[in-house]
């Protein structure tokens, strides 16, 4: 159980187009996601706290136009990567919080690595 | 805020030898403190975790001790095997709501066969 999905697992765009990455929350209900990014051979850096069925938290230096974030539904969270240019290039990890569970426990997803030309 | 150091950024040790990577943290509020295993391309797996309440905490081969006084905490691996090679991540997190991990650099262990 507690498997979260991520889709594409990896995406290749051209500068200056949009992606979006989803989030799935296979077999339990998440209140909570995360959204974190990855540089290679770096840490997680937090990007943002979505909340279902409200505005996401944005992690200071983080551009919420730049990274829209939805959680329209208990197992489901989108990052949309606007206007992506080669900076953006990087892996995208999420994780969801057990709505049972405060935020304590989370599981992650297998990440989805974005390629910007 | 909280910081989370993490040592040795890389550590290599021969098969069926024992593994210790340290953590240390700033935020004497922080009260949960779990373990990640991040294999290449992959996602985070938690391995362990420890909450302020306990010293120490075991399963199987891994246990994790907590010393809240110098605010640090220690993975131990011990009998490691090739698969147990990968990137591994400490984080720490405050129990105030909305307070969220802060994660170390990490440390990628190497196991030699």
């Known amino acids: 159980g507690a498997v979260v999905s991520q889709h594409p697992s990896w995406v290749i765009c051209k500068s200056g187009t949009s992606v979006k990455i989803e989030c799935r929350s296979l077999d339990f209900q998440a209140t909570t996601m995360f959204w974190y990014r990855q540089f290679p051979k770096q840490s997680l850096m937090l990007m943002a706290t979505s909340n279902e069925g409200s505005k996401a938290t944005y992690e200071q230096g983080v551009e919420k136009d730049k990274f829209l974030i939805n959680h329209a539904s208990l197992t489901l969270s989108t990052l949309t990567v606007t206007s992506a240019h080669p900076e953006d290039s990087s892996f995208y990890i999420c994780?969801?919080?057990?709505?049972?569970?405060?935020?304590?426990?989370?599981?992650f997803g297998p990440g989805t690595r974005l390629t910007v030309l | 805020g909280e910081n989370v150091e993490q040592h040795p950024s890389t550590l290599s040790v021969q098969e069926g030898d024992s593994a210790v990577i340290k953590c240390t943290y700033s935020?004497?509020?922080?009260?949960?403190f779990p373990w990640y295993k991040q294999e290449l391309g992959k996602g985070p797996q938690l391995i362990i975790d420890i909450r302020s309440n306990v010293g120490e905490k075991k399963d199987q081969r891994i246990a994790v001790t907590l010393n809240k006084t110098a605010k640090h905490f220690s993975l131990h691996i011990t009998e490691t095997q090739p698969e147990d090679s990968a990137v591994y991540f400490c984080a720490a997190k405050g129990r105030n709501y909305g307070q969220n991990f802060v994660f170390g650099p990490g440390t990628r262990l190497s196991v030699l066969p």
């Open positions: 994780s969801a919080a057990p709505a049972s569970g405060g935020t304590d426990t989370q599981y």
């Open positions: 935020d004497s509020a922080s009260n949960y």
